[in-house]
């Protein structure tokens, strides 16, 4: 029998990964329409690189023009890491937890086997929610 500490531990760990993919999936329309911007400013840069003699009455109108998408380009990015960044770490934190974890009951149970420690956890969490 694993130590309640143990299997408690695993619990929070596949709680708070729920958590974070709810938030992922509370995000992901935001995301979408991100990387739809990005999409769309990258197509208007290469329509722009079309025929661009006919579009641009000087050279530096369609450098400031580009300048602009590319900003564009920047802003967005920076929006979509700023809504990536803390669930990445939070996923990669509780990825480096169930690490530690499966490290920790494997060498505390020495002689059980995998298949008996995953169930155990199973079971433990399924009589928990």
Do not use: C
Not at 59 to 67: L, M, N, R, W
Not at 68 to 93: F, G, H, T, W, Y
Request: proline residues 2%; hydrophobic residues 30%; glycine residues 2%.
């Amino acid at each position: 029998m694993i130590d309640s500490k143990y299997l408690e531990s695993g619990l929070r760990i596949k709680n708070e990964s729920e958590k974070a993919l709810l938030l992922i999936n509370k995000e992901e329309k935001k995301l979408k329409d991100i990387n739809e911007k990005l999409v769309n400013i990258t197509k208007e840069l290469e329509e722009m690189g079309k025929d661009i003699e006919k579009k641009y009455n000087s050279p530096e109108d369609a450098k400031i023009d580009i300048f602009k998408k590319l900003n564009d380009i920047e802003v967005q990015s920076a929006r979509l890491n700023k809504a990536l960044e803390p669930l990445n770490k939070k996923m990669e934190s509780l990825r480096k937890e169930e690490d530690h974890l499966w490290n920790t009951v494997k060498e505390r149970y020495p002689n059980m086997e995998e298949d008996d420690i995953v169930k155990e956890f199973q079971n433990y969490i399924k009589n928990k929610n």
